[in-house]
């Protein structure tokens, strides 16, 4: 376990917001929508590494630095010290995004935490889809 500790700053980093479908890639998503998965957090994405059977560490007090409200993030090693893969299926970073994105939805508690927030997105936002000037 020492000698993991220096090293996890070679690891890659996973933002929650590379993956999410409710980001466009200006905000900093990284995979196309159709792949993304909605709202991921860094739990989750962590519980998915460790599926993967990838050595991670979720890391609480970052924050992704185009948007300082989203806190977390992901520090995930694809290769062993010899150059060989964790996971053969993996190889590159995109492919994580995108295996990743795939295994957030079926997290145990996923479904039980969609159903409240689509709810509540309903009565979200009171402006109607219309605006601008009236013409007379």
Same mark, same amino acid.
């Given at each position: 376990?020492?000698?993991?500790?220096?090293?996890?700053?070679?690891?890659?980093?996973?933002?929650?917001?590379?993956?999410?479908?409710?980001? $466009?890639?200006?905000?900093?998503?990284?995979?196309?929508?159709?792949?993304?998965?909605?709202?991921?957090?860094?739990? @989750?994405?962590? #519980?998915?590494?460790?599926?993967?059977?990838?050595?991670?560490?979720? @890391?609480?007090?970052?924050?992704?630095?185009?948007?300082?409200?989203?806190?977390?993030?992901?520090?995930?090693?694809?290769? +062993?010290? #010899?150059?060989?893969?964790?996971?053969?299926?993996?190889?590159?970073?995109?492919?994580?995004?995108?295996?990743?994105?795939?295994?957030?939805?079926?997290?145990?508690?996923? $479904? +039980?935490?969609?159903?409240?927030?689509?709810? $509540?997105?309903?009565?979200?936002?009171? +402006?109607?889809?219309?605006?601008?000037?009236?013409?007379?």
């Amino acid at each position: 376990m020492d000698g993991e500790i220096p090293n996890i700053k070679k690891w890659i980093v996973l933002y929650p917001i590379y993956i999410n479908s409710k980001k $466009t890639i200006v905000e900093g998503r990284r995979i196309t929508t159709s792949k993304a998965c909605e709202n991921p957090t860094c739990d @989750e994405i962590g #519980d998915c590494c460790r599926h993967l059977k990838l050595p991670s560490a979720v @890391e609480v007090d970052k924050a992704y630095p185009r948007d300082f409200m989203q806190k977390g993030r992901v520090r995930v090693l694809l290769k +062993k010290e #010899d150059g060989s893969l964790y996971n053969p299926d993996i190889s590159s970073r995109k492919q994580l995004m995108v295996r990743v994105a795939e295994l957030v939805p079926r997290q145990p508690g996923r $479904t +039980k935490k969609q159903e409240p927030a689509a709810s $509540t997105s309903g009565a979200g936002p009171s +402006k109607s889809g219309k605006g601008g000037k009236k013409k007379r």
